[in-house]
């Protein structure tokens, strides 16, 4: 049987943003980033939280109508703090919420009877606020693709270049992690193998807490793209950029993949199967890799010229 991907709102860019900062969080929209996360977890003091939770609500209702994404990244279960967080935010103009140190599935399970019972009974679209689990501990990597088969909320996940050096995740692992080293490739690649498994394609990259290294913001988004990442976040606005660049398809690679669709184009109506271009033996699978490149590119407004239509066998 065809393994069936969850389709969502394809981001390149996630910035956070202190839920604490109602003037932080309106004007962050002006940074370029496809997606803001208010954040209630660790950049919001514990006596602050109550009101957080009531500038986020806020803030979400201001700019519900803004072009991008609007996702909360709540406390987590256990703290006396999240059904607190569920009930100020879930409000019209959210977009989902990122449950911080998801432990199993259990957690997943829980929050989606949640979310469903608030939007429910707010008159809300039941089952479209997004869940995005953050696996920060050993015990939630290991288990990320049984989380991800929690709840059909879940749209996206990471991350893809391994734990964040110095991050909860690379504290649980016991990695002594300074820069983007070899150590941590091995369990972002890990977490990509689960979340693909569970048809989850919307796979957060690595990020950095380094604010004015731009350099390794670059090495860290482009080892985070090849490993299988497709979104990026950050946590200063100047990173947004750059990061957008990263996750876009370049003009290269949409003319290379416009021409293998055209190739293979020319050579079906012909009533070939497969054609050998620039070296390259080219066949169904290569269109389909070319095709979702392009599909990106349009997704977010670049043109791709005429592209011919292939008609392809089913999977």
């Not at 939007?119 to 696996?135: D, F, K, M, Q, T």
């Not at 050096?165 to 070899?182: E, F, I, N, W, Y």
Request: aromatic letters at 6%; one cysteine or more.
């Amino acid at each position: 049987m065809p393994q069936t991907f969850r389709e969502a709102r394809w981001y390149r860019s996630m910035l956070y943003v202190p839920g604490n900062k109602l003037e932080w969080m309106l004007k962050a929209p002006k940074f370029g980033a496809d997606a803001l996360m208010f954040d209630l977890e660790d950049s919001v003091e514990v006596t602050q939280k109550a009101g957080a939770r009531k500038s986020v609500a806020a803030a979400i209702k201001e700019l519900c109508t803004g072009p991008f994404g609007r996702f909360v990244r709540v406390n987590r279960w256990r703290t006396g703090c999240l059904l607190d967080d569920l009930n100020e935010v879930v409000v019209d103009g959210l977009d989902g919420v990122a449950l911080a140190k998801t432990e199993d599935p259990e957690d997943i399970v829980a929050l989606d009877l949640v979310l469903g019972e608030l939007e429910r009974s707010r008159g809300l679209p039941v089952g479209r606020i997004e869940i995005c689990p953050h696996a920060e501990t050993a015990q939630a990597m290991y288990r990320l693709y049984e989380i991800c088969m929690a709840s059909q909320r879940i749209k996206r996940t990471g991350a893809a270049g391994g734990p964040t050096p110095g991050g909860d995740g690379a504290r649980s692992l016991g990695l002594q992690l300074k820069d983007v080293t070899d150590e941590g490739v091995y369990f972002g690649a890990y977490s990509v193998l689960q979340a693909r498994a569970a048809g989850i394609i919307h796979v957060e990259g690595a990020m950095t807490a380094k604010l004015d290294d731009l350099e390794l913001v670059r090495r860290i988004g482009e080892r985070s793209k090849r490993m299988g990442a497709s979104f990026g976040s950050a946590i200063h606005p100047s990173h947004i950029p750059l990061i957008n660049e990263i996750y876009s398809p370049s003009q290269d690679e949409i003319n290379e993949a416009r021409e293998i669709v055209t190739v293979v184009a020319d050579a079906t109506a012909r009533g070939e199967g497969a054609v050998r271009h620039k070296s390259t033996m080219l066949d169904y699978a290569l269109v389909r890799t070319a095709m979702d490149v392009l599909n990106r590119a349009h997704t977010i407004g670049i043109d791709v010229g005429k592209v011919p239509k292939v008609e392809l066998p089913p999977l």
